[in-house]
DNA sequence: GAGATGTAGATATTTTTATATCCATATAAT
DNA sequence: ATTATATGGATATAAAAATATCTACATCTC
């Protein structure tokens, strides 16, 4: 019995139900309830209650036999398993329309993420700011990621420019990023990337539009 | 032996994969090759070769034995399979930040959608065109939909909005619906509804970081 | 207090998806 | 021509995920 056995390998699909749960508990939460049940979420979030069940019960949500979950401490688990309880610091390269759609969505602070600064090589887009965030030229990268110690890059730049910008940015030492241009990135080991791939979203409703 | 054993039901994750499968083909095209392997597909995929190979043999892409895929009729194939071959119309309604940033999207052409108007009810963007689109008042909406006999709906709309616009859509006879708001909706049977959740995505990259 | 009810917990089953293995064959090198 | 090689095709295996089933128990109703 390792130190490791705690490691159940939580699926990817459920790891991508857990926000889903997170806004419906948060709603709750804001009007006082304290429980909630799998078949409750289930109505709300139209996803099978044995599914919920199974999620929560992986995570390690506190629940009570008869009454359900907590919401309160469903919550927590959710957010503490995610890393949502504090901030990551983060930053965006590609000030142009989704990036600064990014920048203007207020919810990732309850999602872990605070975006500090934001990058573009544009002359009429550095030096302004967004939303709050101040635009930086890309040439500084290197500095101002040490100087503020930055972990998360979302990077919202046109494909073409994406790979030269992930080497700058691994270069950097940054180990996670959250990659909305449609090319895949090379990256050496040990550095996470998360695809955001609108296409796929379009094409599984396009398919299911011919199929149906 | 039915006429309906052709469909032999591709699965999610081979749909959303098709599009990966386009960008890398397009491009080789565009260099004059003709023929191409799921090995190479998949060094520039990072996809392993097996699934390449099985995804294409799903929505029967022509190929030769020996040689590997013809690029052309791969295309051909996906673009077939998705409906991205001719045009659809389609529309958005919530020109925000979010919208804003898919109107300005030119690689929508390349996917089968082309949304030729916007809707908003905020009185400094109805009137005004965003990327060549014009926004009308919500208020217009069933009238252009018909006039323009307009298919697909692309909603980015803040979320609290959102089970009440697609309310109206379905009232206008929409059966699809691409939904950026982070809300589950609600619609009859028979309406298709892509439900597009960034955060799903931030979840995936945090809790890979969490584990590693 | 007794029983009905709905819930989490645990386990088992089914389905789906990914991966591996082997084979026939077209191509390229010799 | 001959051989080596890389590929798609087909089948089999493994892994992952969803779904079902059963049990125990806390809460509610009467």
Same mark, same amino acid.
């Given at each position: ?64 036999? *008869?009454? =359900?979950?907590? !919401?309160? /401490? ?7 398993? &995610? ?5 990551? +610091? ?34 009429? *887009?550095? =030096?302004?700011? !967004?939303? /709050? ?7 500084? &990268? ?5 100087? +503020? ?64």
């Amino acid at each position: 019995m390792s130190l490791f056995s705690k490691k159940k390998s939580i699926s990817v699909q459920t790891i991508r139900r857990l926000p889903q749960y997170l806004r419906v508990l948060y709603d709750w939460h804001g009007y006082g309830r304290e429980l909630a049940s799998s078949t409750e979420l289930a109505q709300e979030t139209q996803i099978p209650p044995i599914v919920i069940k199974k999620d929560l019960q992986a995570i390690g949500a506190p629940s009570k036999m *008869r009454a =359900g979950f907590k !919401i309160k /401490g469903t919550i927590s688990a959710i957010e503490n398993f &995610l890393g949502w309880d504090n901030l990551n +610091k983060a930053f965006l390269v590609g000030a142009g329309h989704l990036g600064a759609a990014l920048l203007g969505f207020s919810g990732f602070k309850n999602h872990g993420l605070e975006i500090v600064a934001a990058f573009d090589t544009h002359p009429e *887009r550095v =030096g302004n700011e !967004i939303h /709050g965030v101040h635009v930086y030229h890309t040439a500084q &990268l290197k500095s101002i990621i040490e100087d +503020k110690k930055l972990k998360i890059a979302v990077l919202t730049v046109p494909g073409p420019a994406a790979q030269g910008i992930t080497d700058t940015l691994v270069a950097c030492g940054i180990k996670a990023i959250w990659n909305f241009a449609p090319v895949k990135l090379a990256v050496p080991k040990g550095v996470v990337v998360q695809q955001e791939d609108i296409a796929s979203g379009l094409a599984e409703l396009c398919a299911c539009l011919k199929t149906k």
